[in-house]
């Protein structure tokens, strides 16, 4: 089995407790009778009384925040799925970085050319054979887990060519996916889900849980992990399978 730092999931309240018992003391009205909006705007009005932060703000990427603060300055690093560049290029210039991308959208490719990112197009479903083993200090996977045929083997060739790997996906578990799921019966369209079913590129959604799972059977080491929840970035803790609408790890193989 993988190794996880007991520190990063320590012991934490069971909000869901907290919020039936709100419910009881404040609300006489059967919760079958609301309707999921409702529903949704009570649940989160008690979350952010509970929590006493506001809303991120502004279209930047949390992620690409703690990556950066991640990423030691001028090491290696390997973005998988890249896109046009913009994570890449912050590291390269604010990092040292020596950074290459690896893009399959040759619109994306041309984009990355643009802003001067080493890139190489390719399908991440192949593998990485033209890496040879730790070959990088850091590979990046963000946001593209989930939209890989393959994603055990894009996860296994990230921990054989990196020593060490980050990993952000959207979490499948959170509670308002659960709700939608639940009280509306189709796929949820959210912030951190937001195409509609017959237009999404995630054909591998998973939770926070089912990663876990995943790292343990693969003898993958969990170092560090943080979440965007209720509107807060903050390091992983116990209940976030639950309440964490995305994920950041940063793993480490045995190869």
């Known amino acids: 089995m993988g190794h996880q730092d007991k520190n990063l999931r320590g012991p ?42 506001s809303k991120r703000g502004g ?3 949390w992620d690409h925040e703690v990556i950066e603060r991640l990423i030691t300055p001028g090491t290696r690093v390997l973005d998988l799925g890249c896109g046009g560049g913009e994570l890449l290029e912050k590291l390269i210039l604010h990092r040292g970085a020596r950074g290459q991308g690896i893009e399959i959208d040759p619109q994306k490719v041309y984009e990355c050319v643009n802003r001067g990112v080493s890139v190489f197009q390719a399908d991440l479903d192949d593998g990485l054979n033209g890496w040879p083993d730790k070959s990088f200090d850091f590979v990046i996977l963000e946001e593209t887990l989930q939209t890989v045929h393959q994603p055990v083997k894009v996860l296994a060739e990230m921990s054989r060519v990196g020593k060490k790997g980050i990993v952000s996906f959207p979490n499948f578990a959170h509670w308002r996916v659960r709700l939608g799921l639940a009280l509306g019966g189709k796929m949820p ?66 190869h």
């Open 12 to 53: 934490a309240p069971d909000r869901l407790t907290e919020i039936l018992r709100l419910w009881a003391s404040r609300y006489s009205q059967p919760i079958e009778n609301l309707s999921m909006d409702k529903l949704v705007r009570l649940i989160e009005k008690f979350l952010s009384e509970g929590s006493g932060k």
């Open 189 to 254: 369209v959210l912030d951190s889900l937001p195409y509609p079913w017959f237009e999404t590129p995630n054909i591998h959604l998973c939770s926070l849980d089912d990663f876990l799972e995943w790292a343990g059977q693969s003898n993958v080491k969990i170092i560090e992990g943080h979440v965007l929840a209720e509107g807060e970035v903050r390091p992983l803790r116990e209940d976030d399978n639950l309440f964490a609408e995305e994920v950041l790890l940063v793993v480490q193989g045995n």
């Open 59 to 61: 279209g930047k990427r």
